[in-house]
């Protein structure tokens, strides 16, 4: 017999929330790991806001929506509001109960500068690191180190000399300027619109963009992400990020770091062995900082093997978790989120042991 449709919504639902998450989701080993991080670093919500007044929405809603916005590449935190509205997984990741009104969007922008002076990412990054050191999942020994563009969230029309006249001339918009033929540079120039970004291009041949540039250490057993940091782009600021990033690792007897031919310098080779690090750098063909001492031997191999595993978690940062247009402006907004990209990269590499 034919079924008919019931005009009639009901009024009650007697099936909870937590029914209706298939018990073999791969969502719930991620919020088993999430919540295990959260709860560590709890203590230190307390100190964030104040024992009166008007409750607020917990930190711990707003730090898993933000690794929801992460994992399912939601473009944009008015989207991930409405999605979280609607959707029933993502209410029952963040926490909201059926019936429970969803906040704004601007929520996510007030509470950041908050989260960020408390150094909550930094926080639930080394929670994370913890249970994978836990499953003895990372190396101690032997790391690699990398960089990469990330696009600033400005034009370059907005690159604008640093001496201009603050009124802008009548009659001249921004599709009236022509910069083609201009000399501009970084010290003469900057971008109106994030004052922290830099112009540079990747190589020769390519074009100039207002960029960030990016920075990971991984280790080389699973290729974990164990360190980051966000610089100005700049050639030299990958060997003193590379440098600073190893320096946060203890330092044990027989340490190896590896790179690409962009690191084999004096500068940084020096600056790894002054912490007693063997640089497994690639060799270049000529005037390298490294020679067949170090080349020829069996370690080098396998980290040249090993350390394009570093190429995967740019690739999924920039494919899945939005790194490859920014979306927030200030290297304190941009250090913020790209250590909470890695921190839903390594929750992700995390859940395949779980």
């Known amino acids: 017999m034919r079924g008919e449709i019931d005009p009639q919504a009901c009024m009650f639902s007697y099936v909870d929330l937590e029914s209706r998450i298939p018990p073999d ?32 929405i917990p930190p711990e ?3 898993r929506a933000s690794l929801l916005q992460i994992l399912f ?3 944009s935190e008015r989207q991930l509001c409405e999605r979280i509205d609607y959707d029933l997984m993502f209410r029952w990741f963040v926490g909201l109960g059926m019936d429970d009104p969803m906040w704004d969007h601007s929520t996510f922008s007030k509470n950041r500068e908050r989260l960020m002076a408390s150094q909550i990412d930094e926080l639930l990054f080394e929670a994370i690191k913890k249970q994978a050191y ?15 563009l990330l696009e600033a969230s400005a034009s370059l029309k907005s690159f604008k000399p640093k001496d201009r ?3 802008k001339p009548p009659g001249r918009g921004d599709r009236e300027v022509d910069f083609h033929g201009q000399k501009r540079s970084n010290k003469t120039h900057e971008s109106t619109t994030d004052g922290d970004s830099r112009l540079f291009r990747k190589g020769p041949g390519k074009e100039a963009k207002l960029t960030y540039m990016g920075h990971i250490l991984t280790e080389n057993r699973n290729g974990f992400i164990v360190e980051t940091e966000v610089t100005p782009s700049g050639t030299r600021q990958e060997w003193d990020a590379g440098i600073s990033m190893l320096a946060g690792q203890s330092t044990r007897p027989g340490q190896t770091i590896g790179a690409d031919k962009g690191y084999d310098t004096g500068d940084f080779v020096l600056g790894c ?16 900082a490294v020679d067949g001492r170090t080349t020829g031997t069996e370690g080098y191999a396998i980290s040249q093997r090993k350390r394009k595993k570093v ?3 740019f690739g999924w940062m920039k494919t899945f978790g939005l790194m490859h247009k920014l979306r927030h402006r200030g290297r304190a907004n941009v250090s913020w989120i790209f250590r909470l990209t890695a921190t839903a990269y390594n929750i992700t590499r995390l859940k395949a042991y779980a």
């Open 165 to 167: 006249p603050r009124e």
């Open 311 to 313: 190429e995967e978690c």
């Open 73 to 75: 590449t939601v473009r």
């Open 25 to 56: 989701h791969p969502i719930r080993k991620v919020r088993k790991i999430v919540d295990k991080a959260l709860e560590e670093i709890e203590i230190w919500f307390d100190d964030l806001y104040a024992t009166g007044g008007r409750p607020s």
């Open 61 to 63: 809603m707003l730090i």
């Open 273 to 288: 062995r002054a912490f007693g690090v063997t640089p497994h750098v690639a060799a270049k063909k000529s005037r390298g």
């Open 134 to 148: 836990a499953k003895q999942l990372l190396s101690r020994d032997h790391f690699t180190v990398d960089g990469t």
